[in-house]
């Protein structure tokens, strides 16, 4: 129906996340109508991606440099760590910029589901730079779910040996959230931490 | 928080249709986990797409020929000619793989909204094309909405001059549709051009 070009091109767009057959398309024509505007630039832009981007030897961040922005940074702390699931949940800490301690991309979650076992995380990584550094205190910031508590306990039991702090982030009801919109567990999670005014 | 060549394609990518601030960071962290599998791939794909995709000089298509394969194609009919829209609305045609005839892509509506005005689409192509060949008849294949309503009109005006039939899509309900689903503006129109079984 249209050039083999285009096919292919909303073939690979298809399979990005948040993408569909039908939204590939959109973009895809969006792409060919603003050749000079939209196509070029988003090629430009890949390219240099694809050429500058590193992941973090210390961190696993992905950054033009490595060691990253952060890990390199003079003005951050440097014996607190945020162990995170994904380089995404590390630029939302960013985003949030009230954090200014380490951080450590675990590269996922263990999952018996998925087959995801300890040698496939960053967990040895995190113990060396443990040992190697003046780490004082070690926040789990991993997902809110089954797995990534599994996680959090798996992670607690191997960090036993050193003499640190372990902190995991607080459970509750979100700011702004109605509650009525709550799901059971999050409320009684949220009664049994309650705290006195 | 991340390098500056994330961040430019990060709010490129943004401003793609169906892909928002949130879906563009996911994508592009996508491409920079699967640089070899994805992202190269993609900027192939763009590449051939920058440098091979036409806009079909008869119809409006966008392929890698100009006349487009649909144009140029000894097996289909010379004498009808479907109106529509967009390139999109052409593809979905094609999908859906039972139209034989012609094409001609008006490039939007009339909308005194927007803007848009006569000479803003490809009505003058369309008339020269009707003048030009043996074509019997049109169908005007534009949304059904108020500004498609409108240029159908305009059209079925500018087109009196020529000895032509003229068509419009059917309206009424999908198939598929559940009827309480179904906004009251179509469900009248169903009612009111029912048909004896």
Redesign the interface.
């Known amino acids: ?6 096919e ?2 909303i073939k ?2 298809a ?5 569909g057959t039908r ?1 590939a ?8 109508k603003k ?1 000079e505007t ?6 430009e ?6 050429h ?2 590193k992941t973090c030897e210390i961190c696993g ?5 490595s060691p990253c ?1 952060v890990c390199s940074s003079e003005k951050r702390e440097k014996n607190t760590v945020c162990v995170v699931q ?3 949940d590390l ?1 939302a800490m ?2 949030a910029g009230f954090y200014h301690g380490q951080y450590h991309v675990l590269g996922g979650v263990l999952s018996a589901l998925d087959g995801i076992s300890p040698e496939d995380l960053n967990i040895e990584t995190l113990l060396s730079r443990i040992r190697n550094n003046m780490i004082t205190e070690v926040i789990l910031a991993l997902p809110a779910t089954i797995d990534g508590s599994i996680t959090s306990n798996y992670l607690v039991s191997r960090l036993k040996e050193f003499d640190i702090k372990i902190t995991t982030l607080a459970q509750g009801i979100p700011i702004g959230a109605e509650l009525d919109y709550m799901d059971d567990g999050t409320l009684q999670l949220a009664l049994n931490s309650r705290k006195e005014m």
Chains 1, 2 share one sequence.
């Open positions: 129906m249209a050039g083999q070009d285009i292919k091109l690979i767009c399979k990005l996340p948040s993408l939204s398309r959109r973009v895809v024509l969006h792409l060919i050749r939209v196509l070029q630039p988003l090629i832009a890949l390219r240099d991606v694809e500058n981007i961040n992905f950054d033009t440099t922005a994904d380089v995404a630029w960013e985003r």
